[in-house]
């Protein structure tokens, strides 16, 4: 853990303010959502190590009211990023014209249909904390869409009506969705176009019942 973190602060300090400088873009508040940020946020929360080691796989305890440690050690990074003066062009973050939006997480998921209500609280109370501290920049959620909310649509739509969510976002897999056999990819080639027509088409319909935009972020299919 304290490898990574040294790891993270050099990359922060040295590579994040040198590629703002040149590369507009959108960045990730917390990548690798399953892998990386939940269960970081998860451990550090924690003292005990047998604790530790659990909650390093039972991802839904986060939503929890038990870990408000690990809401706030989230919302403290967003504050330290968002206000980060950046050592070459002496901006903000929140400032700087580079940035094109801000995305509370790559993937961020519920993990269960129980956790679904904290889960949307979370995402308002973080698109919240972003928007009073940065006026600026657009901000979006990083969903894959209802793959990404328990299968629920509604959610979905919920949690990118929030006023201060400005656009939409899915991602796409048919092969990690099943939708395609890993020996079959071209028998099941039709019945993933289906699938990804549909499910762009549904999404759509709700953004013009919500009046935002729709971006596909990602979109994979085996060779």
């Keep these: 853990m304290l490898i990574y973190y040294c790891f993270f602060c050099f990359f922060l300090r040295f590579r994040i303010d040198f590629l703002v400088i040149f590369h507009p873009f959108g960045c990730s508040l917390h990548h690798t959502f399953k892998y990386i940020g939940v269960g970081n946020y998860l451990l550090l929360s924690v003292e005990d190590g047998h604790v530790r080691k659990r909650l390093h796989i039972d991802i839904p305890d986060v939503w929890d009211k038990s870990c408000e440690k690990a809401h ?32 509370i997480g790559n993937e961020p998921r519920a993990f269960s249909k129980e956790q679904l209500p904290a889960f949307e609280k979370w995402l308002g109370e973080a698109s919240k904390l972003i928007r009073s501290l940065d006026k600026n920049h657009l901000i979006s959620i990083g969903s894959e869409g209802k793959w990404g909310c328990e299968g629920e649509l509604n959610c979905w739509g919920r949690i990118c009506a929030d006023k201060n969510v400005d656009y939409c976002n899915i991602h796409l897999w048919p092969y990690n969705w099943s939708w395609a056999r890993k020996d079959h990819l071209q028998e099941d080639l039709g019945i993933s176009c289906k699938n990804t027509k549909e499910y762009i088409d549904e999404h759509l319909e709700v953004c013009g019942r919500i009046r935002k935009p729709l971006v596909m972020e990602e979109f994979g299919y085996p060779r």
């Design 72 to 103: 706030q050690l989230f919302y403290d990074y967003v504050k330290f990023i968002l206000t980060r003066t950046n050592r070459y062009t002496k901006k903000k973050y929140k400032d700087d014209p580079a940035i094109m939006s801000w995305q």
